[in-house]
């Protein structure tokens, strides 16, 4: 029986491919602003269960994977630019110093749910305003969140990463295969 990925984005399409080729995409409808929480961390993880179980309500006796990336500045949290103006002032905030990049997931299997959020810590090197507006006008910020793909041509920018390189993609592979299997 073939698992629910409840999310529409393609590099988490691609990440759970490295766990199971055995999945379908079925997209929540959850109202994300409506969803509040006290920290950026808390938030990507009641993001993932909203969207998770939104989907297994109406999905009896599948297995369904709910995720929610979420990147965290100075307790800001920086969602996907609403603008090219909005990424510039996204990665000028990034340039040069530490950043969290939150994963919450949430996996749920009729009334079984296991709900976590996993944390990466990301060091950009300093960025000059020609770095930042090239990078820009490639168009690869404005789906992610943050305003930066590290597997794209962020990669550049990168210094160091302390915890899962997969999580700042959207999807901690090693940690969601070894949750899910209490469930397939």
Do not use: W
């Not at 630019?81 to 950043?99: K, N, S, Y």
């Not at 709900?115 to 690869?140: C, D, H, K, M, R």
Request: charged share 20%; aromatic share 6%.
């Amino acid at each position: 029986m073939k698992m629910i990925l409840a999310s529409a984005s393609p590099r988490r399409q691609q990440l759970l491919g490295m766990i199971t080729p055995d999945f379908e995409v079925i997209t929540s409808q959850v109202d994300e602003r409506a969803i509040t929480a006290d920290t950026p961390a808390l938030l990507a993880q009641k993001l993932a269960r909203a969207k998770c179980l939104a989907v297994a309500q109406s999905h009896p006796g599948r297995v369904v994977l709910g995720c929610d990336t979420v990147v965290e500045k100075d307790g800001q949290v920086l969602g996907k630019p609403a603008d090219a103006a909005d990424a510039v002032r996204m990665l000028q905030m990034l340039a040069g110093a530490e950043h969290q990049v939150h994963t919450g997931v949430c996996i749920a299997k009729d009334g079984e749910v296991d709900n976590f959020v996993v944390t990466s810590t990301v060091e950009f090197y300093p960025l000059t305003e020609a770095e930042i507006q090239a990078y820009v006008a490639t168009g690869e910020p404005f789906d992610k969140a943050g305003g930066y793909g590290i597997q794209g041509g962020a990669a550049l920018f990168c210094r160091g990463i302390r915890g899962c390189y997969y999580n700042i993609m959207g999807l901690p592979v090693s940690r969601v295969a070894r949750a899910l299997r209490k469930f397939l």
